[in-house]
């Protein structure tokens, strides 16, 4: 049978199984907020499954087999990254998220900080990180296509469309459950794929094609490392998607332990990725960033392709889900009902939702269109948004002194240095996180010469740190 009709046909019954999973989501979402968080039913392996879809399907299977062909080992920095990541937010952020009951940052914000510039900020910038965050999955779906011979922009418009139907009548806990089923396959797959690597002859022809140094993980350059590393491990502490698996979690250990234990298998995954992705390199040298995407159809049994490409494709949308639902809570519940309609109604806010998701939808297609690798787009989003919100957040926690004017100086100088970096205005060394510096110095300076508003709430943030840190020394 020719491999484009099992593609298909594959492609068809995986879909409706998504999409029966997704069915069960409704009954999780008849309300803007169990849309939002997935009425707190979220078991540990939806936790799981979700922070290792987040980024399997395109950071670690598409983004490290890109940067393996011309990095080697080195490639797998960025799966590494992604696995350190959910040990730091358990540690660090699972149990204030939970205890404070946060649907979003902004719920923190309002608490710490008088006035609402820092709110606005977070509220305003996310949407954009989001739609960065959605881009870069797309981004993995456009490899797929041109593999294919295809429209990869006319590929780019079917996926989101999709993405866009599924998230809708989904929600949050749809997304997740879904994820879980895409997780298994791509696990699986991606194992069979291995096998053949080995049975033909597939270490031996890396060996051949690549010289000895690239087969050392620290073959890399100093900024390139950073890139990988730097941002991943700073920007999941405000990150808004990895709030609302937390606040979606049925336990507080479930939400801890579910971000810890989804650093194993990204960590491992990302080792075998590397090596499959230098074996297309090597067998496909001319296939650029598609090389991943031909060694699949040329080097694995038809139907393994198959269900690999779909589950590719349906984790990209789930996780590009999640970004949606991300963005919802972002704009509606933070936005919207905090400061333009309290008194919103049901309709209003659905209504909301879907222009919020079709207008970030768009602006993600055209974040896909204009790059073509998948984690220097991720990169760029995670920059944006910890370059606004890092210190205000991580300063309010640990320091008392920290000032509202403190907070909204950190923010602008942060963002302002990262927009330079972003469009080369200034060359700094390590310009992926190098914004957080100036705004610690700015945090600092502002919050000493200023003095505290009445209003803001430094001694219950420091209560509940406080709490959480004698219950892990406990444990």
């Known amino acids: 049978m020719d491999l484009t009709l099992i593609i298909i046909i594959t492609f068809v019954i995986f879909m409706a199984i998504n999409i029966i999973i997704g069915l069960r989501g409704r009954a999780h979402a008849s309300t803007t907020k169990d849309f ?3 009425a707190g039913q979220s078991g540990i392996w939806m936790i799981i499954g979700s922070a290792v879809g987040a980024s399997i399907g ?13 990095l080697g080992v080195a490639g797998a920095w960025y799966a590494i990254a992604c696995g350190l990541a959910g040990i730091v937010y358990a540690v660090v952020m699972s149990k204030f998220v939970y205890r404070n009951k946060l649907v979003s940052l902004s719920d923190y914000f309002k608490r710490r900080y008088s006035g609402n510039f820092i709110v606005l900020l977070y509220s305003g910038i996310g949407p954009f990180a989001c739609a960065a965050a959605m881009g870069a999955q797309l981004v993995a779906s456009k490899a797929i296509f041109q593999a294919f011979g295809m429209d990869p922009i006319i590929g780019l418009v079917i996926t989101a469309a999709v993405m866009l139907v599924y998230t809708m009548f989904a929600g949050l806990w749809g997304s997740y459950a879904t994820s879980v089923f895409q997780v298994i396959v791509i696990i699986l797959g991606t194992l069979v794929v291995g096998v053949c690597m080995f049975t033909q002859g597939g270490i031996e022809t890396v060996r051949a094609y690549y010289p000895q140094e690239m087969f050392n993980l620290f073959h890399i350059t100093p900024e ?3 890139m990988f590393v730097g941002p991943m491990l700073l920007s999941v502490l405000v990150d808004q998607t990895s709030v609302q698996r ?3 979690a049925k336990s507080e250990k479930v939400a801890f332990w579910g971000h810890f234990v989804s650093s194993v298998p990204l960590i491992l995954f990302g080792l075998l990725m590397v090596y499959i992705g230098m074996w297309s390199g090597a067998e496909f040298p001319d296939a650029g960033g598609s090389a991943f995407i031909v060694l699949l159809m040329n080097k694995v049994p038809a139907l393994v392709c198959a269900l690999m490409l779909c589950a590719i494709i349906a984790a990209i949308m789930s996780t590009a889900s999640g970004a949606l639902v991300a963005t919802d809570a972002l704009v509606v519940h933070d936005l919207y009902c905090g400061f333009i309609n309290k008194n919103a109604t049901e309709a209003q806010r659905k209504r909301l939702n879907l ?8 602006a993600a297609v055209i974040c896909a269109a204009a790059f073509e690798n998948v984690i220097d787009l991720l990169s760029t989003g995670y920059t944006i948004m910890l370059s606004g919100t890092l210190v205000p957040l991580i300063g309010g926690l640990v320091w008392k002194r920290g000032t509202t004017k403190g907070a909204a100086a950190a923010a602008a100088v942060g963002m302002i240095t990262a927009f330079l970096c972003i469009f080369k205005v200034i060359s700094v060394p390590f310009s992926s996180i190098f914004p957080v510096v100036p705004a610690i110095v700015a945090y600092v300076i502002v919050s000493l010469c200023t003095k505290h508003s009445p209003s803001e709430n430094t001694a219950r943030v420091a209560d509940v740190v406080a709490a959480a840190k004698e219950e892990a020394t406990a444990e």
């Open 355 to 362: 222009l919020v998701n079709i207008v970030v939808s768009v």
């Open 36 to 38: 939002l968080t997935a």
């Open 224 to 226: 390139l490392w950073m």
């Open 58 to 70: 395109s950071g670690v299977v598409i983004g490290t087999t890109q940067y393996a062909v011309r």
């Open 246 to 248: 937390v606040s979606s």
